[in-house]
C-alpha cells in the first residue's frame, strides 16, 4: 500500500453516510476555481483561510488558481470539542498576511448561518484591502440568520452535520477524502469519547 492509498471501505470503516464522494468535491473544487480565476482574471491576490476547517480545500483551491498570488490564514472558531452549536466567536488575525491594498478572497469550509463569514468580511475590511470576497465549499441551505451570501460556493448541502474534507467533529473526521453526514447516535458517541 503506497503512502497516499486509502483503504476501499474507508466510509465503512468510519461507519459514516456520504454526501458527496471524493470525485465530486474534486469537482466542485475545480468549478469553484475557473469562477475565481475568471473574476480575478489575472490580478494579484491574497487568499485567506479560516483555520483549521479550510485547510484542505485552501491547499487544493490554490493548486488551480492562475493569478500571483499571497495566502495566509485567520482562526475563527465558534465551536469548540464535542459541540455541535455556536458559541462565541474568537477571531485571530495574526496570521494573516498585511491586506492594505490587496484583493482578499476569505476561503472558509462551510457556510451556515453566516455569522462567522459576517463577522471575518467585517474584520477584514478594517485592515484597508482594496476588495475583499469570498468563497467556501459548502453552503448548508435553511441555515442562514446573516443577509449575507458567498460570493462563490461549490456546494449546496441540505441542513445535516457534516464532516471531511477539512471539516470536524471533536477533532475527528478531517482526513475524509468525501464529504458525509453524521447520525445523531454518532454525535451522542463522540460526545462520550
Known amino acids: 500500500m503506497g503512502l497516499f492509498a486509502r483503504p476501499v ?58 493569478m500571483p498570488l499571497r495566502v495566509g490564514v485567520v482562526q475563527a472558531s465558534s465551536y469548540r470539542g464535542a459541540s455541535t452549536t455556536r458559541g462565541d466567536l474568537v477571531v485571530n488575525t ?32 478594517t485592515l484597508g484591502p482594496a476588495g475583499v470576497r469570498s468563497a467556501v465549499l459548502l453552503r448548508k441551505r435553511g441555515r442562514q440568520e446573516m443577509s ?22 471533536n477533532d475527528a473526521y478531517r482526513n475524509l477524502p468525501f464529504i458525509a453526514a453524521l447520525e445523531a447516535h454518532e454525535i451522542a458517541a463522540g460526545k462520550s469519547s
Open 148 to 169: 449575507l451570501d458567498p460570493d462563490h460556493s461549490a456546494f449546496d448541502i441540505p441542513d445535516e452535520f457534516v464532516v471531511g474534507y477539512g471539516l470536524d467533529y
Open 94 to 125: 495574526e496570521l494573516m498576511p498585511d491586506v492594505v491594498g490587496r484583493e482578499v478572497l476569505v476561503v472558509d469550509d462551510i457556510f451556515d448561518t453566516g455569522h462567522t463569514l459576517s463577522r471575518l468580511l467585517t474584520k477584514i475590511r
Open 9 to 66: 471501505a474507508l466510509a465503512e470503516v468510519c461507519r459514516v453516510k456520504i454526501l458527496l464522494h471524493e470525485e465530486q468535491v474534486r469537482a466542485g473544487v475545480r468549478r469553484m476555481a475557473e469562477e475565481i480565476n475568471a473574476y480575478y482574471v489575472f490580478r494579484p491576490l491574497t487568499i485567506v483561510g479560516v483555520l483549521t476547517g479550510s485547510v484542505v480545500l485552501l491547499a487544493d483551491l490554490i493548486r488551480l488558481l492562475n
